[in-house]
């Protein structure tokens, strides 16, 4: 009876673990949160070459959804300086550095704990790389999707960090003629918000805030002290919480 007692008291809690799974957003550099990824980047500036600086976007849900057709993605960018820095004004035109924005959906080498949403089948890019607006003159938001195909729909579950995306950053214009500034510049970056979107619109989750209730939603560059921005004082101010309302949610996609 006893060994019986303590079993059922074992399973409870693990599925009391697995029901309180945080969802939320995780963004670290070259790796998935889970498997190790670095939260800063320090980059010397002094070079053009070498690979890309590569963001790592994942999610975990707190409840099941049955059928993702794709994700939509919101991430944050803010500087410690009072515009944003021409090294970081990037994709559109006549900006310093058009062709530096990438966007995959291949998983990292190094992915073990998380696990590609898509399995292999999504395609997605970027829609928008808005700089200075909303959040004011030193930031930019990047607007982005992924989707598999409609007979290619996945089930998705809690207590699985799942890797959405990677956002790569080349180092084009560092050093030499032309240049553009401000490399060296700290600056925070936010995994804002992740719409995970169905065939049935009124089973699309919005999901935002960290994984970990802390720190696993933003990553940093050269350390990122000082980033302040209208939408907050430094990092973990720049992303909605979790009890948002459903005007602030909607907010996001304006």
């Given at each position: 009876m006893k060994k019986a007692t303590l079993l059922c008291g074992m399973l409870l809690a693990l599925v009391a673990t697995v029901a309180s799974a945080a969802p939320g957003t995780n963004l670290r550099w070259i790796s998935c949160y889970g498997d190790g990824g670095a939260q800063n980047r320090v980059f010397a500036c002094n070079t053009n070459a070498g690979a890309s600086n590569t963001l790592v976007g994942s999610i975990e849900l707190g409840v099941p959804i049955v059928g993702a057709s794709g994700h939509e993605i919101v991430m944050d960018f803010g500087s410690a300086s009072p515009t944003l820095p021409a090294w970081w004004?990037?994709?559109?035109?006549g900006t310093c550095r058009p062709t530096a924005l990438g966007f995959n959906t291949v998983p990292p080498g190094t992915a073990n704990i998380c696990v590609d949403w898509g399995q292999?089948?999504?395609n997605g890019g970027i829609g928008a790389y808005n700089i200075g607006t909303n959040g004011g003159p030193n930031t930019a938001r990047l607007?982005?999707?992924?989707?598999?195909?409609?007979?290619?729909?996945?089930d998705l579950f809690p207590g699985q960090e799942y890797f959405i995306c990677n956002v790569t950053i080349n180092n084009l214009k560092t050093v030499g003629t032309p240049v553009c500034d401000g490399c060296l510049v700290p600056v925070c970056i936010v995994?804002?918000?992740?719409?995970?979107?169905?065939?049935?619109?009124?089973?699309?989750?919005?999901?935002?805030?960290?994984?970990?209730?802390?720190?696993?939603?933003?990553?940093?560059?050269?350390?990122?002290?000082?980033?302040?921005?209208?939408?907050?004082?430094?990092?973990?101010?720049?992303?909605?919480?979790?009890?948002?309302t459903w005007g602030t949610v909607k907010s996001l996609y304006r």
């Open positions: 004004q990037m994709r559109n035109t292999g089948q999504a607007v982005a999707a992924t989707a598999v195909p409609q007979t290619a729909l996945q995994f804002n918000s992740n719409k995970v979107t169905t065939p049935i619109a009124a089973n699309d989750r919005i999901i935002s805030g960290a994984t970990n209730d802390t720190d696993s939603n933003f990553a940093l560059w050269q350390g990122g002290a000082g980033v302040t921005s209208l939408r907050g004082q430094g990092c973990p101010a720049a992303t909605p919480s979790r009890n948002a």
